[in-house]
């Protein structure tokens, strides 16, 4: 009798501290929950399942956490609120893509925009954005690959006034096509040490591109 009764505690002290369900993190799932008002996302996103198994989210395995996102062609507003991710914490791979976001903007007292820290790939390709979002990526220390694709950047990339703009140093994929870049962007390469791929096609580079530098790498 008293095992048994022992027994039902350590069930219901398990169930509550989550040992035997192998579910994601509450936090999470709240955030993602609190997305979904935003996106139009998978019926499948319900409160009370385990967030690892909804469709266009993967997790790690071992940390239950949520590690790839993928919420393309579903954003109903023009500006993302970049503070709606931070409880991500190990958020590796975002894909944004087609979703006409035109910028982004981050809750009061923090003054700097800033994407979940553990970004190693950020897909921003055929959105809205424009020259002066690019900065919010410099901090970005994990970020691999970094596609900004059919945008509306345009000109030299500067930021304000003579503020020299900072791509991550760790990028090794970076896709600015179909922007109007002209070709005084290319300046802002050169502290790239691990680029393996840049595709710069559909711009508006002209004159006589001296890119030796970059390749000699
Ligand atoms: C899962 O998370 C652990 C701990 O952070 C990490 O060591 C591991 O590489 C991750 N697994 C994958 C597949 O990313
Ligand atoms: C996690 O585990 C599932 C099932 O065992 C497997 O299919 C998947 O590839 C694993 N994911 C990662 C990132 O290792
Ligand atoms: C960037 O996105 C575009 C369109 O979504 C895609 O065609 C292209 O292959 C992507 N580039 C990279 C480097 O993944
Ligand atoms: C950025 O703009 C400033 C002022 O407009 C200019 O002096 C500087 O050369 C520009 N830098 C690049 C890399 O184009
Ligand atoms: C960019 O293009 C202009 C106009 O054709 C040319 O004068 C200039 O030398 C070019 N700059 C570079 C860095 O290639
Ligand atoms: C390209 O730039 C490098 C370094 O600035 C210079 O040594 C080289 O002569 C230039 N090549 C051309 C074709 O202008
Ligand atoms: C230096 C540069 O190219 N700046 C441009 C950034 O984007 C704004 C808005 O599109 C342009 O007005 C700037 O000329």
């Not at 319900?46 to 790839?68: A, H, I, P």
């Not at 410099?138 to 930021?159: A, F, P, R, T, V």
Request: glycine content about 6%; some cysteine; overall charge negative.
């Amino acid at each position: 009798m008293s095992t048994n009764r022992l027994w039902v505690s350590f069930l219901i002290i398990a169930l509550v501290e989550g040992w035997l369900s192998e579910c994601c993190w509450n936090k999470e799932r709240d955030a993602l929950l609190y997305l979904k008002a935003h996106f139009d996302s998978p019926s499948d996103w319900v409160d009370g399942s385990d967030c690892c198994l909804w469709e266009n989210v993967e997790c790690n395995n071992t940390t239950r956490r949520v590690s790839k996102l993928t919420l393309s062609e579903s954003f109903q507003n023009r500006y993302l609120h970049l503070s709606d991710f931070h409880v991500f914490k190990a958020l590796e791979s975002l894909d944004l893509s087609g979703n006409d976001i035109a910028g982004f903007i981050q809750n009061k007292g923090n003054d700097r925009l800033s994407w979940p820290s553990s970004l190693e790939v950020l897909d921003l390709s055929y959105n809205n954005l424009r020259n002066d979002t690019v900065s919010s990526f410099s901090d970005l220390k994990c970020l691999k690959q970094l596609n900004l694709s059919g945008n509306m950047l345009e000109g030299s990339l500067n930021i304000s006034g003579n503020e020299r703009l900072l791509w991550p140093s760790s990028l090794e994929f970076l896709d600015l096509s179909y922007n109007s870049l002209r070709n005084d962007t290319l300046s802002s390469f050169s502290d790239l040490k691990c680029l393996k791929q840049l595709d710069l096609s559909g711009n508006m580079l002209e004159g006589s591109l001296n890119i030796s530098g970059e390749c000699d790498k």
